[in-house]
């Protein structure tokens, strides 16, 4: 009967500590049903299953499911389909630990349904029409079945990272952009109403004084502000002003993405990787208080 390994519980545990939704690790019954699928062990897989046919796959496999589904993150969609693209260009790039991922399935733009397969090669473009729409609103990581005993975790770490930016990221100014402006939507989880949006770029209200604690005084650590959804909507109208890239701004000095609407996050992203004006690492347009 599949189980699930170590390797994946922990990987399910980190993913919800991050504000992430575990859709699963072994398969049900449709999945039983079919009888392919890294979700299932040796037992219950057909013998001309696709998820046992590589040298690597035989020389793992067991009854351990091999796969892992994610969900929202932070409540969002859109947040879970940020951390795809960034997975699929760590392998694409074959950052470490990276090397064990088999394929990725997953949407980019939640319209289509994109997989990357290693066995096409490492840097191969994804393709459509290898998936179904289930994939639309969430995304499947598939690892070799050799792999099952090495640890998972550190291969999503990076992206909960904000201030670390891997070196030889040949992308790396959008690839830090997306974790930086994406920091506090990843562990704040609020959903904030739908208000002052004239712009179609907020959905904070620009008179909301509720707290939004981004590092600082919230996490213990110095350099640290402390922002109200009224002033991170006030600081990001700031940047869009003067069209900043923020990339090199402090992490604790970020009001983060919770008051961006998508519209929002793609100027913010369009500035982070375009716009050569940057702010300094303490740019602090509010002159808020900052935490000693």
């Not at 952009?177 to 620009?206: C, H, M, Q, W």
């Amino acid at each position: 009967m599949t189980y699930s390994p170590p390797t994946l519980r922990d990987l399910a545990r980190y993913w919800v500590s991050k504000g992430g939704v575990n859709l699963g690790v072994v398969g049900d019954t449709r999945h039983q049903v079919l009888g392919r699928s890294y979700h299932l062990g040796r037992s219950n897989l057909r013998t001309d299953a696709y998820s046992r046919q590589t040298t690597r796959d035989r020389a793992g496999l067991t009854d351990a499911a091999s796969a892992i589904d994610l969900g929202r993150l932070n409540g969002s969609l859109g947040h879970l389909r940020t951390f795809s693209v960034w997975l699929v260009k760590q392998c694409q790039a074959n950052r470490p630990g990276t090397s064990d991922i088999r394929e990725v399935i997953y949407t980019d733009d939640g319209k289509r349904v994109l997989r990357w397969d290693r066995e096409r090669g490492v840097k191969s473009a994804p393709r459509t029409g290898e998936a179904d729409n289930s994939h639309l609103t969430h995304t499947h990581v598939s690892f070799y079945r050799d792999s099952e005993k090495r640890p998972k975790v550190g291969v999503f770490a990076p992206y909960f990272a904000p201030n670390e930016l891997a070196a030889g990221d040949d992308d790396g100014a959008a690839v830090q952009a997306t974790k930086i402006i994406g920091f506090a939507g990843r562990i704040l989880g609020a959903v904030l109403p739908e208000e002052d949006n004239t712009e179609g770029l907020f959905s904070g209200s620009a008179t909301n004084d509720e707290v939004l604690i981004v590092g600082g005084t919230a996490a213990g650590n110095p350099n640290g502000v402390t922002f109200t959804v009224a002033s991170a909507v006030a600081w990001w109208k700031e940047v869009f002003a003067a069209g900043l890239n923020v990339t090199k701004v402090r992490p604790t000095l970020l009001p983060g993405s919770k008051v961006l609407t998508e519209a929002g996050l793609a100027k913010a992203r369009a500035l982070a990787t375009s716009s050569t004006d940057f702010a300094p690492e303490d740019y602090n347009p509010l002159g808020l208080e900052v935490v000693a």
